[in-house]
């Protein structure tokens, strides 16, 4: 039976559970961790799964999906479009549908703004094919009946007003990092004002990706509201990211913790407003992952923060509060 959480609406109409599983396992693969992963989310009542083909794990997910017993229909599915075949959308589209086993998916992501080599090499920022290209590819996904709604992640708003300017879909959502050391408050209400749903991946932050900086999960306000309500200072977050009209996909394959994570609290007006002012915090106002110390050159993925549209420094560090 399906957990009794709040659902968004989508700008395309369809509904969207508001806590998914997330099926980043930390590196490419993982699959049969990601299946059991999976049927145990479904199991306890989660019915949104959000994958990617860069996860190296959709055949899995999909497999899950078909033993769980529940019906394909009750299931909300994310898959993305990877770097490397943004010149080649429907070819893609149609192989991630084949491993996942699926007739259709109900969201598909633009899993990042920068292309990529065929051998995963980045294409210089506004070489084609550009994320614009590529959107307009994946628009014509649409008139196929195997995708419900289309969207970005990682795309800021200097991206965003780029592809609303010179496309016709407006994303369904933007799936980027957001969490009390990230909350993104100018990119949620741009977003929210023409009618984008942001999806908070990483909401807890990954903890175990990123060591020796605050975390706040550890923060006292954090673990205060957690003590007082007898929960996880993980529950105190996702409930947060939730009651603020953010879709939030965590991830865990411990059993407990993945019940944990769907069983939400109802904040009171005070415990948001502590919450939201954590990043106010010194040393707070952050990326907490990893991929900001890939490149030597201050690069992600290619492209520069500035190209990108991230207000931030050499190691995700934001330059001011928003």
């Keep these: 039976m399906a957990v009794d959480i709040p659902q968004f609406t989508l700008n395309t109409g369809y509904k969207i559970p508001s806590v998914g599983i997330g099926c980043w396992m930390g590196s490419p693969g993982g699959g049969e961790i990601a299946e059991q992963m999976c049927k145990t989310a479904l199991q306890v009542g989660y019915r949104h799964i959000d994958t990617a083909y860069g996860y190296?794990?959709?055949?899995f997910v999909g497999k899950a999906i078909r033993e769980s017993g529940v019906p394909?229909?009750?299931?909300?599915l994310t898959?993305?479009?990877?770097?490397?075949?943004h010149h080649k959308v429907k070819q893609s589209f149609e192989e991630s549908l084949s491993k996942l086993g699926v007739d259709y998916v109900d969201l598909y992501l633009m899993?990042?703004?920068?292309?990529f080599t065929e051998d995963n090499k980045p294409i210089p920022h506004d070489q084609s094919p550009t994320f614009v290209e590529t959107w307009k590819d994946m628009e014509a996904l649409l008139d196929t009946g195997k995708v419900r709604s289309i969207g970005v992640s990682n795309?800021?708003?200097?991206?965003l007003e780029v592809l609303l300017r010179e496309t016709d879909v407006v994303p369904a959502t933007n799936q980027v990092e957001c969490h009390p050391c990230l909350p993104s408050v100018d990119l949620k209400l741009w977003?929210?004002?023409r009618g984008i749903l942001?999806?908070?991946?990483s909401p807890l932050g990954r903890p175990g990706e990123f060591d020796g900086k605050p975390v706040f999960l550890d923060d006292p306000d954090v673990t205060s509201i957690a003590k007082k309500y007898n929960a996880s200072p993980a529950q105190v977050a996702l409930s947060w990211g939730v009651k603020r009209g953010t879709i939030v996909i965590p991830k865990s394959q411990n059993p407990d913790r993945i019940k944990q994570n769907i069983t939400l609290l109802d904040l009171t007006d005070e415990d948001m407003a502590a919450l939201n002012e954590i990043h106010l915090k010194p040393g707070m106002h952050r990326s907490l992952l990893?991929?900001?110390?890939?490149?030597?050159?201050g690069t992600i993925f290619g492209w520069t923060y500035d190209q990108l549209g991230w207000n931030m420094t050499k190691g995700g560090i934001v330059c001011s509060l928003d």
Excluded: M, V
């Excluded at 899993?111 to 292309?115: K, M, R």
């Design 56 to 59: 190296g794990n959709e055949e």
């Design 72 to 76: 394909r229909e009750e299931i909300f």
């Design 79 to 85: 898959t993305k479009l990877p770097n490397h075949h």
């Design 111 to 115: 899993h990042w703004p920068q292309a």
């Design 155 to 159: 795309f800021s708003i200097k991206l």
């Design 191 to 193: 977003c929210e004002q």
């Design 198 to 201: 942001i999806t908070a991946y």
């Design 290 to 297: 990893r991929y900001h110390e890939y490149s030597g050159d």
